[in-house]
């Protein structure tokens, strides 16, 4: 890893496998790190692809998405090109990952029990580097995860992450500022949410649900940071390799996170509402709540 400054952002879990048990003092100080807004990195933890699922590990599997993603829910998979057997194989591949990642969440966060809730999978076989995009959608920028569609009403966004790249080569991310800083400097800028504009994203389904002011404010948050090549430049950061084989995971709406470059990564994704934390007072959620003075997930 390389680091710059003496903060590190990481808090490395030497576990030797997706079942591996894990001791209670383990936990509790994972737990602690999670929330605190580290990302915890498992630097023994490669996902094993059958020689056959290699086929999979191409850009050409892709539909015009950035991704390949799985429902676990409806077991649907989509932003493929693969059909038939392809597509069925793919499939099993991917629910291997999010049923290994599910295990080893709950085996490693007990404390939030069947409130963490499974999400979608994803396989990103794409190169990060060299990607146009527009700045909004650029993920190279750093950024705190919040999404257009999706409104979570300050639910929480835990996502686990696995290079799965067969040549060895690392995914390198940078990591910045805590959000308590990024939100203080970014408030006075963010523009109030209007109540009808929301309502009628909802009724036009532009969103899957209504917007919440949380919602509002965390896609505000994310623009900012992106829109901002001042920011994106002088903010306080580390660059983390990881390498092909390890693992990591973060709550992505609290760490400000960049993918600059590598290929190949398995991710699952959870959602656990802040009443399941162990201390909610980290949760952007009530440091947002602090700032606005009223509540904001309604
Ligand atoms: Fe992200």
Request: hydrophobic share 40%; with cysteine; aromatic share 10%.
């Amino acid at each position: 890893m390389k680091e710059e400054g003496a903060m590190t952002r990481t808090y490395a879990i030497p576990v030797a496998g997706w079942d591996s048990p894990f001791c209670p003092e383990t936990r509790q100080v994972a737990l602690q790190a999670l929330e605190q807004g580290q990302v915890l990195y498992f630097p023994s933890l490669a996902f094993p692809l059958a020689q056959v699922e290699r086929r999979f590990l191409s850009p050409a599997i892709l539909g015009r998405a950035k991704n390949v993603s799985y429902n676990p829910a409806t077991k649907a998979v989509a932003g493929t090109v693969c059909q038939g057997q392809d597509a069925e194989e793919l499939k099993g591949l991917l629910g291997r990952y999010a049923d290994a990642a599910d295990r080893l969440c709950r085996r490693l966060f007990p404390f939030y029990g069947s409130a963490l809730e499974r999400e979608r999978t994803s396989l990103r076989p794409a190169v990060i580097e060299g990607r146009r995009t527009s700045w909004r959608k650029d993920d190279t920028r750093l950024h705190v995860d919040s999404f257009p569609s999706q409104p979570v009403r300050g639910r929480r966004i835990l996502r686990l992450f696995c290079n799965v790249n067969p040549q060895g080569r690392a995914r390198t991310w940078r990591v910045g500022e805590p959000f308590s800083e990024m939100a203080k400097r970014f408030w006075p800028r963010l523009t109030p949410s209007r109540w009808l504009r929301r309502k009628l994203l909802c009724w036009l389904r532009v969103t899957h649900g209504l917007r919440s002011e949380y919602d509002h404010y965390m896609l505000q948050l994310h623009d900012a940071m992106k829109k901002s090549a001042y920011y994106q430049r002088s903010v306080s950061q580390q660059t983390i390799d990881f390498p092909a084989g390890t693992a990591w995971a973060c709550f992505t709406d609290q760490v400000s996170h960049a993918a600059l470059a590598g290929q190949h990564q398995l991710e699952q994704t959870f959602t656990l509402p802040v009443e399941a934390m162990q201390d909610r007072s980290t949760a952007p959620l009530a440091f947002l709540e602090k700032l606005a003075g009223r509540p904001l997930a309604a």
